[in-house]
């Protein structure tokens, strides 16, 4: 995720868009970010479940991304991602 995504606090957007506080925040919705259309339109917010399936299929949870990332497969590995992802913010979401 590095290579292409900052994680820190304040971290800058690189090829892809910095994810501190991505879980709960609208998709497409970093202001200094040029997303791909579909993914400016796909305006959901990322939950838990949706950015499951997003990591298990990037191009086929929003056709049209720009994100070359194929996906992962394993489940227990986009769990611990999310759980990472759900860490790394001033918000996390709630675990239920």
């Keep these: ?3 292409c995504h900052s994680i820190d606090k304040g971290g800058k957007n ?6 501190w506080g ?12 040029k997303y791909s259309k579909s993914m400016a339109a796909h305006g959901k917010p990322w939950s ?4 499951n399936g997003f990591l298990t299929n990037p191009k086929n949870w929003v056709k049209g991304t720009k994100m070359t990332f194929v996906g992962l497969k394993k489940e227990t590995e986009r769990a611990a991602i999310i759980l ?8 996390p979401l709630p675990l239920q």
């Design 22 to 33: 991505v879980l709960g925040r609208q998709a497409g919705s970093i202001s200094e970010y």
């Design 84 to 91: 990472y992802l759900n860490k790394n913010t001033d918000s």
């Design 48 to 51: 838990f479940e949706e950015m």
């Design 1 to 3: 995720c590095v290579a």
């Design 14 to 19: 690189k090829i892809g868009p910095a994810l």
